[in-house]
């Protein structure tokens, strides 16, 4: 009967998606976005960038223009993702096991009592994914996620000096986005900086990232995303490696509910071998990331874990790891099942289809079954507590469970993810903030005098409201910051406005001051602290911009430029142009420029090589 069912259901599901032969068809840009969404989820990054096109092209004509940025912020992840394809790594999978998100970090084979759980002194908050912050007892730097005045999280390190810690600040540019950087791991060596990020270069959610010390730059490097199946669709986070080099373990939400994640525990390698995978349904495969042994028998499964002597307890112990293990497959399979329904329904192959009907149908099959040993292990479980009941044994299910859960053997494996404890609340004596002085250009509600009225070295525009006999009140400043006060030769006091860069902000700002109030204000220059004419600043000033220099990056890839890698360029290099141009054997090459600043194009050639183009050179631009 259930046969029949599904049988019918395929067909409808078939007719109404797909009323045009295999083909879905639809002029609604909601539907083809969501259609797109699913296909990304299932790795079908081609197909899904087909919907998309077709909804962008709705949009435009509709001059949406808010839609169709956040349309292109989808395709530009399907486009990521369609370039990572060609760099997947098939890791030796030892475990995985399914927790809570509440505590699953518990599990890690970290130093115990490492973890502080957040709220706390280093983090505010714990939204989302982020739980914790990693600060083992006697560590002398620590590195954490936190909220900023937007609220969005960024990595900070703070550092014991004597008998405080630095004040926390952010590492660097390159591991800053517009999005949020969540459990950042430092390798055992100190060399390699471990994170997740939802806002670089990548396939969607939270990707996992590292990002390498230079000894050279005293910096750390530009982050590489991690690839396939580190990184998915989903949102995958917390990467270590042990301190003996065994294992690679991180965590991910693919395929699980809302409250819970898998944990995976990978064999390490130092030097892995990646390679293409062009089919979605490779993809797919990769990212379950079972282990290498039949994980789908649970009750042919050894539990162990720390128990009493006591026959009785260790019965009932035994039994409530084998209802907790039946639960977890029956959501695995449930999980599974609802994942290979959505490719049935997204797929236009005919052979796939009925490959997946096949295994859709098998596994229907098997959930009845799991279902009734799991209904027979709950109840032989109520049995065992009434036998204690009449024997008189006052039992806590809560601690029992507790004891069973410190240490689980990973699905088909001897290896023991075992809990460890919570540290205790962080106490940090932390370095007075320096309140530092904005010498930005505004209009306040009150005026501000600048406190330090020195000018800084380099030619600098100012603009002079007044003078006066006696000294001025901020009330008299008519709301300007930051404003300067000197004593001229004569004994009056001069008040000038801002300190400028260029003769083009101080000229941007000048009808502003008068508006306010000061219709007689002026602009004066300085070189190196004493003031010139303004002429002569301006001289000086087209002088420097013409001794100024600027570099490019070259790169000559195996073929033709990808959109894929052209758009990621785009991306790190802010939108910087890309001109093709050819080498002197005849090969195509590609010149990213100019930068002002050699070390911005030096970032980008590092981000082209970790994307697998080795041929990159950074060239100062020839005048």
């Not at 002079?464 to 001025?472: G, L, R, T, V």
């Not at 420029?593 to 060239?619: C, E, N, Q, R, Y």
Request: proline share 4%.
């Amino acid at each position: 009967m259930k046969r029949v069912f599904f049988t019918i259901y395929i067909l409808l599901l078939g007719f109404f998606l797909f009323p045009a032969g295999l083909q879905a068809r639809t002029d609604l840009p909601d539907s083809l976005i969501v259609q797109g969404e699913l296909l990304h989820a299932q790795y079908d990054f081609d197909a899904a960038l087909d919907a998309y096109e077709q909804a962008l092209e709705i949009l435009e004509s509709r001059d949406d223009s808010l839609e169709v940025l956040l349309l292109k912020d989808k395709m530009l992840l399907s486009e990521n993702g369609r370039n990572m394809s060609g760099f997947a790594y098939s890791p030796y999978v030892v475990a995985k096991h399914r927790f809570s998100l509440d505590d699953f970090y518990l599990y890690y084979p970290l130093q115990d009592r490492s973890w502080r759980v957040a709220p706390n002194q280093l983090d505010s908050s714990a939204i989302g994914l982020s739980k914790a912050v990693y600060a083992p007892d006697e560590v002398m730097k620590i590195y954490f996620s936190a909220e900023d005045e937007d609220n969005i999280r960024n990595i900070y390190v703070t550092e014991y000096q004597d008998t405080v810690w630095t004040r926390p600040a952010l590492l660097n540019e390159h591991l800053v986005s517009p999005a949020n950087e969540i459990y950042p791991m430092l390798s055992s060596d100190g060399r390699t900086l471990y994170f997740a990020s939802e806002g670089l270069y990548g396939v969607g959610g939270y990707d996992i990232y590292m990002s390498e010390w230079s000894d050279q730059d005293n910096d750390w490097s530009v982050p590489v995303n991690m690839g396939f199946p580190y990184s998915s669709p989903a949102d995958d986070f917390l990467l270590i490696n042990t301190d003996d080099d065994r294992y690679t373990l991180f965590a991910s939400n693919r395929e699980c509910s809302t409250d819970s994640v898998w944990v995976y525990v990978l064999e390490y390698d130092n030097m892995p071998v990646r390679r293409a995978l062009d089919e979605p349904q490779q993809l797919r495969d990769l990212s379950v990331l079972d282990p290498s042994f039949d994980s789908l028998m649970p009750e042919e499964k050894e539990i162990s874990a720390d128990i009493p002597e006591n026959v009785d307890t260790r019965k009932y112990m035994d039994k409530m790891s084998e209802v907790r293990a039946l639960r977890d497959s029956l959501s695995n399979y449930n999980s599974l099942l609802e994942n290979e329904r959505n490719s049935f329904a997204l797929s236009n192959d005919y052979a796939e289809r009925t490959r997946l009907t096949d295994i859709i149908l098998r596994r229907e099959s098997r959930i009845p079954q799991l279902q009734d040993s799991l209904d027979r292990a709950v109840a032989h479980l109520q049995k065992i507590e009434m036998e204690f009941l009449f024997s008189g044994v006052v039992i806590d299910p809560d601690k029992m469970m507790e004891e069973a859960d410190h240490e689980v053997v990973g699905d088909a494996t001897a290896y023991t993810f075992t809990k460890m404890n919570l540290g205790d609340p962080l106490e940090l004596r932390m370095m007075e903030p320096e309140k530092k002085f904005d010498y930005s250009f505004k209009i306040l509600d009150k005026g501000q005098f600048a406190e330090d009225n020195t000018i800084p070295d380099g030619i600098v525009y100012q603009i002079q409201i007044f003078s006066a006999i006696n000294k001025a009140s901020e009330k008299s400043l008519k709301g300007l910051s930051p404003v300067f006060e000197r004593r001229n030769s004569g004994g009056r006091y001069v008040y000038r406005v801002g300190l400028f860069n260029s003769y083009n902000d101080v000229l941007s700002k000048l009808n502003t001051v008068k508006k306010v109030g000061f219709r007689t204000a002026f602009i004066v220059a300085y070189i190196d602290g004493k003031e010139v004419t303004v002429s002569k600043a301006r001289s000086s000033e087209s002088k420097a911009v013409k001794e100024q220099k600027f570099y490019q990056v070259t790169l000559v890839p195996s073929g033709e430029l990808d959109s894929e890698l052209s758009e990621g360029i785009r991306q790190q290099a802010d939108g910087k142009d890309i001109a093709r141009s050819e080498t002197e054997d005849g090969k195509a090459a590609y010149i990213i420029g100019p930068f002002g600043d050699k070390g911005k194009a030096d970032s980008l050639a590092s981000f082209i090589k970790a994307m697998g183009v080795a041929d990159v050179t950074v060239s100062e631009i020839l005048k």
